[in-house]
C-alpha cells in the first residue's frame, strides 16, 4: 500500500468553513486514487474556519507524481458554503505537492485544481510531451479514462477494455495513437482550465454602464455575482444594519425627509450625537480656521488636487496687494522660492448642478491660492469662486469680513466634496478597481503568479460597486437625490475625470513630483504613501521577479498581456493619452504596473475614504450641495445668509448618513497583507510575503509614534487601518 498525507487548510474568513462532507481525488502520471472522503477525529469541525487538518489516504500502489486533485463537497444536513485555501499531499516517496484553492466552493460539482508551480507563458501539458507516457497497447494509465466537466461526459478510449479492429496492425497503431493524442490534447486543455475559462469569461463580462466612463461587470441583480465575490453573511448583515440603524436614527429625529433650513448653527450638532470621532470633533472646532482649511488639502480626503504654483493662470488676476499688502513679500519672489501653491477646480466649470427637492443648486468651479509661511505653515490668500474673472466674481481674501471669507470658503469645501466623490473616490479607486479585478477574474487562472499576487486586492469589490451603482449613483440613488453634482452632472463628470487620469497620476511617486510636492512639510499623506509603494514595489517585485527571469518571459504570457489588453480596452476607453500601457514588453514594466494595482486598490482607497465622515461628520465643513448663488459683490454676507446657503436639514442628515456608512469597516476586514500566505505556495514568494508584512508592521510602529505628536493624527496610510481591497 502507498500512503497519501493529504492536508487541507481552510480560510480564517468569515463563514469560510463547512459541516459538509469534503470527497478528494488524487490524479499522478502512473494512475488515480479512489474518490475518498476526508474524515478524521475531528469530525464535522475538520474545516471549519481556520482549520488545518491532515488525513491519511490508501492507494494499492504509488501513482507516481501528482498532476491534479478533485475536490468536491456534498451536503449534509445542512448544507453551506466552504473557503478551502490549499490542499497539501505528501507522497510516499517524500515529496509535498501544493495545491492552491483559494475559491469558495457552494455546489456539489467536482473542482480541479493542478499545482500551484508554474512558468510564466507555459501550461503544463500544452505539447505532447506531457510528462504522461503514451499507453501502451490495449491499456491506459488511467482506470476511468472518463473525465467530468460540470454535469458533462467526454468518454475516451483505454482502460482494461480490448479494442477490436477490422484491419491490419497499422490502423491499430494510428487508432491507438490517435486516441492518445486525443486524451492528451483533452486532458491539456482540461487540466489548464479551458471549459473554466470559458465559464469565467461568461461570468465576468464587460458592461458598458453609460458611454464615456470605465466598463463594470454585467449584472442585473447581485444574484449575478460569482459567491466567490460576494460579501460575507456578516459583512452583508453588519453593511444593512449600519445603513438601517443610520436611516431609523434619522427618522426618529424628524430629518431624514425635513426640507427645513438651519437656523442655528449648533443644531447641526444634533445630527448624529451619537456617532462621533476624535477628528470630527476637532473639525467642528476647528472648520473656520484657515490654518486647517488649508490643512486639509495636504491631509484631509482629496490630496490629490493641490500643486505647486510657478505661474499664476491667466484667469486668476491675483495681485500683491491683495494678498500680501503690508508688503515682506511678493507673489513673483515667493514663486521662485517654491512657497505659493494652487488648487484648481475646472473640471467643476460649467456642470449642471443638481435639483434637490425641487429646489436649484449652485456648484462652483473655485480657484485657491495658498502660500507656504516662514514658519511651514500653508495658509490660503485668495479663493475666486468661478473660472472666468468678471465683476461679478470677486476675488476674496482673508482680510474680507468673516462671513465673506467664510461663505467663499465653504462654497470651496462643497466643490471639494463633489470633486473628490466623483473623481478622486469613485472612479480613480471604484471604478479602476474593478476594472482591473474584471480583467484578472475574465482572462488569468488562479495558478498564474499575477492572480496570486492580486486575488487578495480584488475581495467584495464587485459587490461594493454594484451596491454603488444601485442604491447611489442610481436615478433614485442618495447621491443623486443629495449631492450637487448628482444627476446629469454625475456622467459630464466622470468622462471629464477620466480624460484628465493619467498613468503618472496614479502612481505615487509619479504624482507628488509632477505637482511639485516633493518637500512641502507636514504632507504626511505624502510621506506614508511613498514608503508604502516602496514596501509595495519591492514586494512585487522579489514575487514577479521569481517567476519572470526575463523581459522575453513577460512578453510571451498570453495571459498577463490579456489581462492589461481589457483594462487599457475596458478602463481607459483604448484613450493612448493615459499612458496606460497596452502591453508588457519588461519586468519593469510589469512590476510598476501591478504595483499601481495594488496600490490603487489598498492604500490610495483608504487615504480617500476612511476619512469622509472624520472631515464630513460636521456638515459646514464638507457640504454635499449649496442652496444659494456665490456672493456677486463683497459686504453682502452674513450668518444668516450662510445658514441659508447651506443645504436643508434632510440633505444634511442623508449625506452624513452615507459619509458614516462608508466610513464603517466591518467585523471581517482583512488589512493590507494579511492572508496573502494562502496565494503562494512556493518558498521564495513566501518569504517575499513574509517580509513584506514585517515591513508594514514596522512602517505602522512609526506611523503611531508619530501622531502621537500630531495635533491632528494622520491614520489613513496606516497600515493597520487599510484594507487590502476596495471593499467598502
Not at 71 to 93: A, G, I, M, R, Y
Not at 129 to 155: H, M, V, Y
Not at 588 to 598: A, G, R, S, W
Request: net charge negative; proline share 5%.
Amino acid at each position: 500500500m502507498a500512503d497519501y498525507q493529504v492536508t487541507v487548510s481552510t480560510s480564517y474568513l468569515d463563514d469560510a468553513g463547512t459541516c459538509d462532507h469534503v470527497f478528494i481525488k488524487l490524479v499522478g502520471k502512473d494512475g488515480e486514487s479512489k474518490r475518498t472522503r476526508l474524515m478524521d477525529s475531528k469530525g464535522e469541525s475538520s474545516f471549519i474556519r481556520g482549520a488545518v487538518s491532515t488525513f491519511t489516504m490508501s492507494c494499492p500502489a504509488s501513482i507516481g507524481k501528482l498532476v491534479l486533485i478533485e475536490l468536491e463537497k456534498q451536503p449534509s444536513q445542512n448544507p453551506d458554503k466552504w473557503f478551502p485555501t490549499k490542499v497539501e499531499v505528501k507522497s510516499p516517496e517524500g515529496d509535498t505537492f501544493k495545491f492552491l484553492i483559494c475559491r469558495w466552493i457552494t455546489d456539489s460539482e467536482v473542482y480541479r485544481f493542478r499545482e500551484g508551480i508554474e512558468e510564466p507563458g507555459k501550461r503544463p501539458f500544452e505539447k505532447l510531451d506531457t510528462g504522461i507516457p503514451p499507453p501502451e497497447e490495449g491499456t491506459s494509465n488511467f482506470a476511468s479514462d472518463r473525465w467530468q466537466t460540470g454535469r458533462r461526459e467526454l468518454r475516451l478510449g483505454g482502460g482494461t477494455d480490448k479494442m477490436i479492429f477490422q484491419q491490419n496492425r497499422v490502423v491499430v497503431e494510428e487508432t491507438r495513437m490517435a486516441t492518445y493524442e486525443a486524451q492528451s490534447a483533452y486532458f491539456s486543455k482540461w487540466l489548464w482550465g479551458l471549459p473554466d475559462r470559458n465559464q469565467r469569461e461568461r461570468d465576468y463580462r464587460w458592461y458598458e454602464h453609460a458611454e464615456g466612463i470605465p466598463h463594470c461587470m454585467k449584472a442585473e441583480d447581485l444574484s449575478d455575482l460569482p459567491s466567490e465575490v460576494q460579501f460575507s453573511f456578516t459583512k452583508d448583515a453588519e453593511f444593512k444594519l449600519t445603513a438601517a440603524a443610520g436611516l431609523a436614527e434619522l427618522y426618529l429625529k424628524g430629518l431624514a425627509d425635513s426640507r427645513e433650513n438651519w437656523t442655528c448653527i449648533d443644531d447641526i450638532k444634533g445630527v448624529f450625537r451619537s456617532k462621533r470621532t476624535d477628528i470630527s470633533d476637532y473639525v467642528q472646532e476647528h472648520w473656520k480656521e484657515d490654518a486647517f482649511f488649508a490643512y486639509q488639502f495636504l491631509n484631509g480626503v482629496n490630496p490629490i488636487l493641490i500643486r505647486r504654483c510657478s505661474a499664476l493662470p491667466d484667469n486668476f488676476p491675483v495681485t500683491d496687494d491683495m494678498v500680501f499688502p503690508s508688503g515682506h513679500f511678493s507673489l513673483e519672489n515667493e514663486m521662485e522660492k517654491g512657497n505659493i501653491f494652487l488648487c484648481d477646480y475646472k473640471r467643476l466649470d460649467g456642470l449642471k448642478a443638481n435639483t434637490i427637492n425641487g429646489k436649484q443648486q449652485y456648484l462652483m468651479a473655485p480657484l485657491v491660492l495658498l502660500h507656504k509661511t516662514p514658519d511651514d505653515k500653508l495658509m490660503s490668500i485668495a479663493i475666486q469662486l468661478k473660472q472666468t474673472p468678471a465683476e461679478d466674481n470677486p476675488i476674496f481674501l482673508p482680510t474680507d469680513s468673516e462671513y465673506d471669507w467664510l461663505t467663499a470658503k465653504i462654497f470651496v469645501r462643497s466643490a471639494d466634496f463633489n470633486e473628490h466623490q466623483v473623481n478622486v473616490h469613485l472612479l480613480r479607486t471604484h471604478l479602476l478597481a474593478e476594472v482591473f479585478a474584471v480583467s484578472l477574474l475574465r482572462n488569468v487562472p488562479r495558478t498564474h503568479p499575477l492572480y496570486k499576487v492580486l486575488a487578495a486586492h480584488t475581495r467584495y469589490t464587485l459587490h461594493i460597486n454594484f451596491l454603488a451603482r444601485d442604491g447611489l449613483i442610481s436615478e433614485t440613488g442618495v447621491f443623486t437625490k443629495f449631492a450637487a453634482s448628482g444627476g446629469e452632472g454625475l456622467v459630464t463628470l466622470l468622462k471629464r475625470s477620466l480624460s484628465s487620469v493619467t498613468y503618472s497620476s496614479l502612481c505615487i511617486p509619479d504624482d507628488i513630483a509632477e505637482r511639485g510636492l516633493e518637500d512641502v512639510p507636514n504632507f504626511y499623506y505624502r510621506d506614508d504613501g511613498l514608503k508604502l509603494w516602496d514596501n509595495i514595489h519591492r514586494f512585487v517585485q522579489g514575487v514577479l521577479g521569481f517567476y519572470y527571469k526575463n523581459n522575453d518571459a513577460v512578453q510571451k504570457d498570453n495571459d498577463l498581456q490579456k489581462w492589461i489588453g481589457d483594462i487599457f480596452e475596458h478602463g481607459f476607453l483604448s484613450q493612448e493619452g493615459t499612458g496606460i500601457p497596452q502591453s508588457f514588453t519588461t519586468v519593469t514594466e510589469l512590476v510598476k504596473f501591478v504595483t499601481m494595482v495594488i496600490f490603487t486598490c489598498s492604500a490610495q482607497h483608504s487615504a480617500v475614504n476612511a476619512g469622509q465622515y472624520d472631515y464630513g461628520g460636521w456638515m459646514p465643513n464638507t457640504p454635499t450641495s449649496l442652496q444659494l448663488p456665490p456672493p456677486t459683490k463683497k459686504g453682502k454676507t452674513s450668518e444668516a445668509t450662510m445658514l441659508q446657503t447651506l443645504p436643508d436639514m434632510g440633505t444634511t442628515a442623508n449625506g452624513m448618513a452615507v459619509m458614516w456608512l462608508l466610513s464603517k469597516p466591518s467585523s471581517d476586514f482583512v488589512g493590507l497583507g494579511e492572508s496573502l500566505e494562502d496565494h503562494h505556495s512556493e518558498e521564495i514568494p513566501s518569504r517575499h510575503v513574509t517580509a513584506f508584512q514585517g515591513e508594514l508592521q514596522a512602517l505602522s510602529a512609526r506611523i503611531k509614534i508619530r501622531n502621537k505628536s500630531l495635533e491632528v493624527p494622520y491614520t489613513y496610510m496606516d497600515p493597520a487601518v487599510i484594507e487590502n481591497s476596495v471593499a467598502i
